[in-house]
């Protein structure tokens, strides 16, 4: 055995047993800078992780001696700098003995309980308060992730006690609260670790209540993190929450935390949305999509669910009945308008530009394999719970919209051609209803796209002139009129029936100096 190597556990062995006895326990300095510098020793040398992590004397007891006195420590408490002190020191030694060393891990592993005792201390609302407490929770977090990061078993143990344990105990949700963002770092790191490459794990945090929860914590910080400086640590911690998702994205996931995120009574949950906001952001920068087939269903049903409640409350809103006209020709409606229709609005443009994505790249694959599967079937052949088709349900909501939401034009909402009237401002404002009917008239244009079916489809209910009335300018909608020229076209393209409607069609109207289209008196259909 070399002498040298002998020397250093026996070092190790004799400082933790010189702390611990009864007249020790006031050298915290002579202690953690022994610790320190055999750290620092460990962190350059794997060679030396390995043969001080194997021979004897062995170090493993005496480390489990001290991270069993510091969870025991007298008065615990956040702000106790010689805590502190020695908990960095401590689980510094421990990141650095057993990183990436598998039998280490094993050994080191039976310091997990009292680590997360530790933990369970410096992630309290009173922990959070005392900023110099940070650098030992960030520490602590480290050395329990080196423990298990690449070590399948430990791994898997440490995540299924994690996600059943009752909630108060969680520490993965209690970090997760912390307002230092290196913290979170380091927390996201440990997570990713524990998911990577593991189906088993990956489903447990989409279906288990445990789990769940975790996610609905970071879903909350993602929304947070997302406004943080280029560079920073929140924005590194936003890539890193951005990464793990990405994770349940590729694996197939979505479908069943989307599920598990659904607040009964409410047609889409807060937490849904931001969901559904990285997964389009997911989404938009892939390029493949073999993995994308289990997402579809999902889609499918998420827009149509949506655009059938978005139906409804804007034909309760817009419902003649009970409304009377104001000086200025607008219409006030007296109907109590429905509080969630923003918020459905806004996860309904998310879900048609998932679809939207997903059917373009499926396109794109299909020019290259054609007896690839084509994804566009799957939302051209949904329904809905009351039977409405993907056709039919895009076209009415397009209808009704056009009415809900008249186009900006300079600025100002222009009035409705056939009534007049506007809706007032205060009932469709932008908040919500951004894009919604460009994104939708772009969907009508990826579906009907060399799909004869499904051009038929939209024009027997009524379709055409729908998409024709688009073909104008709505600040509100940007390139709105674009997209309805390339969706017109390719209704048109190779469909005869199509063709002679619009060709049935005689200009009705004319363009007034504020770029409103009138109708002219007498003008009818041949």
Not at 32 to 46: E, F, H, K, Q, V
Not at 98 to 117: I, P
Request: proline share 4%.
């Amino acid at each position: 055995m070399d002498s040298d190597q002998y020397s250093l556990n026996v070092r190790f062995c004799e400082i933790c047993a010189a702390f611990l006895s009864k007249n020790g326990k006031d050298s915290v300095p002579s202690l953690t800078r022994a610790l320190d510098t055999i750290a620092n020793d460990l962190a350059r040398n794997g060679e030396l992780r390995i043969r001080m992590g194997s021979e004897d004397p062995s170090i493993w007891l005496s480390l489990q001696q001290l991270w069993d006195f510091l969870a025991d420590y007298p008065s615990a408490d956040a702000d106790i700098a010689e805590l502190r002190v020695l908990v960095i020191s401590v689980a510094r030694f421990t990141r650095n003995i057993v990183a990436g060393v598998a039998v280490n891990q094993q050994s080191a592993f039976g310091v997990e309980l009292a680590l997360r005792r530790i933990l369970h201390l410096y992630s309290s609302w009173s922990a959070f308060q005392v900023t110099d407490s940070f650098p030992a929770t960030r520490m602590a977090v480290q050395a329990l992730s080196n423990i298990v990061t690449t070590n399948e078993d430990l791994a898997s143990h440490l995540w299924n006690t994690y996600l059943t344990l009752p909630e108060d105990q969680v520490i993965l949700i209690r970090l997760l609260g912390s307002p230092d963002h290196k913290t979170i770092l380091s927390v996201l790191v440990l997570m990713v670790n524990c998911i990577h490459d593991s189906t088993e794990r990956r489903s447990l945090l989409t279906k288990s209540r445990g789990g769940v929860r975790i996610c609905i914590t970071l879903l909350d910080r993602m929304v947070l993190l997302y406004d943080a400086e280029e560079s920073t640590d929140g924005a590194k911690a936003f890539d890193y929450g951005y990464h793990l998702f990405a994770h349940l994205f590729d694996g197939g996931f979505a479908p069943d935390l989307y599920n598990s995120l659904s607040v009964e009574g409410e047609i889409i949950a807060q937490h849904q949305t931001t969901l559904l906001k990285l997964l389009d952001s997911y989404l938009q920068s892939s390029q493949t999509c073999p993995v994308h087939s289990d997402m579809c269903p999902m889609l499918s049903e998420i827009f149509l669910s949506l655009s059938l409640y978005s139906q409804s409350a804007i034909t309760r809103a817009i419902n003649p009945i009970n409304s009377r006209p104001n000086l200025d020709g607008s219409i006030e409606y007296l109907q109590e308008l429905d509080l969630l229709l923003p918020k459905s609005c806004e996860a309904l443009v998310l879900a048609t530009q998932c679809i939207v994505k997903i059917s373009l790249l499926s396109e794109d694959q299909r020019t290259v394999d054609p007896s690839s599967v084509d994804l566009r079937a799957v939302f051209r052949d949904a329904s809905s719970t009351d039977g409405q088709g993907a056709a039919e349900s895009v076209i009415e909501l397009l209808r009704l919209l056009d009415v809900f939401l008249p186009r900006i034009y300079f600025g100002k909402p222009v009035l409705n051609p056939t009534t007049d009237q506007s809706t007032p401002s205060s009932v469709a404002g932008s908040n919500g209803f951004s894009y919604l009917k460009r994104d939708l008239v772009r969907l009508v244009g990826v579906l009907c796209h060399r799909d004869k079916t499904f051009q038929d489809r939209i024009r027997v209910c009524g379709g055409i002139p729908v998409i024709m009335n688009m073909c104008v300018v709505d600040e509100r909608n940007p390139y709105l009129r674009e997209h309805a020229i390339l969706a017109l076209r390719n209704l048109l393209d190779g469909n005869k029936e199509n063709q002679d409607e619009v060709n049935s069609i005689q200009p009705s109207g004319y363009w007034d100096e504020a770029g409103v289209l009138r109708e002219k008196v007498g003008a009818t259909l041949r």
